[in-house]
């Protein structure tokens, strides 16, 4: 049997993951004395209203090889191979740990590098579940996973600055200079790191340069996993971006699935962000 393992940066929480039949490891979140564990005793909504409630940035930490170990210990138990899926090594230090944890198994644990976060991980996730049911062994999933996660392509567009300016990831100056024009950033996974790629003056002009830059990747794969993204405690920014987006989708497809953004990217990236993952052509 092959059970598959995913970390919460996934933005996979507890109950979904029972649902697909897999198995979750969660990042710690600590906001202040307080410290959850992602999506099994904080879930995404109870991220966002702390998130908005707090002055100080959460802090996130890795996923530490004592606990790869142990969750690789009861899921081998009954013999299982088990394949990890993690959040990109140059995000985290989580994918080096889960590696060295994996090396005392004897080859019945396969750790695979995402090379994303967020809704970028969590289609390469779905395209593994695939896989499985199609009766594919645990080398030819991992062989297949690292083929194919080089096409995804993870792209968002940011409400807010504020949320990188507190976590130091552009300046003071920068971030109240782009508040005050209505600047939206859109940001993206390259090459396993998150890297701005656009920005556009306010929000009908931030989702069309996201339009484009979904077809400069080559369009989307609609017979792989996609699925849209939003954060913070309402999804009216991605309602207005469907609106916004017809022509991706038209006559291609009738299911467009979304899903919350959670802690890990959450933390950077503040309410009202919406996002997009898929696999291009």
């Known amino acids: 049997m092959i059970k598959i ?5 996934s933005d996979v929480e507890m109950g979904e993951a029972e649902e697909l039949g897999i198995f979750l490891i969660p990042i710690k979140v600590r906001f202040g004395d307080e410290e959850y564990s992602d999506g099994v005793n904080l879930s995404h909504r109870e991220f966002f209203e702390k998130l908005i409630e707090s002055a100080e940035l959460p802090q996130t930490s890795q996923i ?8 690789f210990k009861e899921l081998t138990a009954d013999g299982s191979e088990v394949i990890a899926i993690t959040i990109s090594s140059k995000l985290s230090g989580t994918y080096a740990c889960a590696v060295k944890a994996a090396a005392k198994f004897g080859g019945k644990v396969r750790v695979v590098d995402s090379i994303q976060a967020c ?3 969590r289609i390469l996730l779905q395209y593994a579940i695939r896989l499985v049911k199609e009766g594919r062994s645990a080398a030819e999933v991992v062989k297949e996973l690292d083929n194919k996660k080089n096409r995804i392509q993870l792209l968002a567009v940011l409400d807010t600055l504020a949320y990188l300016r507190k976590g130091g990831r552009i300046s003071s100056v920068a971030a109240i200079a782009g508040e005050m024009l209505s600047i939206k950033p859109v940001i993206s996974v390259v ?7 656009g920005k556009a003056m306010g929000s009908k002009k931030s989702n069309n340069l996201l339009n484009q830059l979904v077809e400069k990747c080559g369009g989307i794969d609609f017979d792989m996993p996609y699925v849209l993204g939003y ?3 309402s999804d009216d920014y991605l309602q207005k971006y469907l609106r916004d987006s017809e022509q991706l989708w038209k006559g291609k497809t009738d299911n467009i699935p979304s899903s919350m ?8 990236v503040g309410p009202n962000a919406i996002a997009v993952a898929f696999f291009a052509k």
């Open 64 to 71: 530490n090889e004592f606990s790869w170990e142990e969750k």
């Open 5 to 9: 393992l995913i970390d919460s940066a």
């Open 261 to 268: 953004i959670g802690s890990t990217i959450g933390t950077h």
């Open 191 to 197: 090459d396993g790191e998150v890297k701005l790629v």
């Open 119 to 121: 809704i970028g991980e």
């Open 231 to 233: 954060s913070g405690l």
